[in-house]
């Protein structure tokens, strides 16, 4: 049975003592400890914290017994050199299994383009980080396979607006069609405890994308036991 993919997108939120705090109220939402685990053996959970928290929250999830990954928001299109503040897929691959790559928000506030996130899509792979490729339409969607597409709506992140399940399905059909039967794809956009199930449960639909209620220990909780 495929495995179901949760990831928490956490944009520009939490200081360090914040994600100590939601550490400590995301265990005790989950009852889990450091030797037991109750989640489903069906989940794989990934948080994306902002890059200096990455480090934060590596030492705490890696002292429970659970199917937690570490994932980063961006990733710099260059290997390495002279790019002050950049990040890059090199240094990334000690700390995360994943990379949103290509999210809206990218696009609209620093200008990122198709060709920038290709790049991106390429440091990643190069570096085995496995890229969540953000498309809020089929145009944006490349062919590249070894990636994880995440459909996301403009009118639907961080709105309370989300889409149907059943539009989500048919994008995520839409998607396979053009890419391959094999490749992955969430749905993002406005994802609650209410509305998680809902499109998880969609036959084309590997996992969800979430945001805001993500930055809630208890509701991101509440959602992964739903599923
Ligand atoms: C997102 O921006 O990736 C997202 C899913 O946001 P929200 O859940 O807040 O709509």
Redesign the pocket.
Same mark, same amino acid.
Not at 188 to 191: D, F, L, Y
Not at 209 to 213: C, I, K, N, P
């Given at each position: 049975m495929e495995k179901k993919l949760i990831v928490a997108?956490w944009k520009e939120n939490k200081t360090a003592s914040q994600t100590t705090e939601w550490f400590e109220k995301f265990g005790a939402a989950l009852s889990i400890s450091r030797s037991r685990s109750k989640l489903s053996i069906n989940l794989e959970v990934v948080v994306c914290p902002s890059f200096i928290l990455i480090p934060v929250l590596n030492s705490q999830l890696s002292t429970l017994n659970s199917p937690f990954r570490l994932g980063a928001q961006d990733v710099s299109k260059f290997e390495e050199g002279q790019y002050t503040g950049e990040v890059s897929a090199k240094m990334l691959r000690d700390f995360v299994s994943y990379v949103i790559v290509g999210?809206s =928000?990218r696009r609209e506030h620093f200008g990122e383009t198709d060709e920038d996130v290709n790049l991106k899509i390429e440091q990643c792979l190069k570096y085995d980080l496995t890229p969540i490729v953000c498309v809020s339409s089929l145009e944006q969607v490349s062919t590249v396979s070894d990636v994880i597409f995440a459909y =996301?709506p403009l009118s639907?992140? /961080?709105t309370g607006k989300p889409d149907t399940p059943e539009n989500a399905q048919d994008f995520a059909q839409e998607i396979k069609t053009e890419v391959g039967q094999n490749v992955k794809v969430l749905y993002? /956009?406005? &994802?609650n405890a209410k509305n998680a199930k809902s499109f998880v449960s969609q036959p084309d639909i590997s996992g969800v994308? &979430? /945001? =805001?209620?993500s930055l809630d220990a208890e509701e991101f909780g509440k959602i992964i036991k739903t599923l």
């Open positions: 997108n999210h =928000e =996301e639907a992140i /961080g993002g /956009g406005s &994802v994308l &979430v /945001g =805001e209620a």
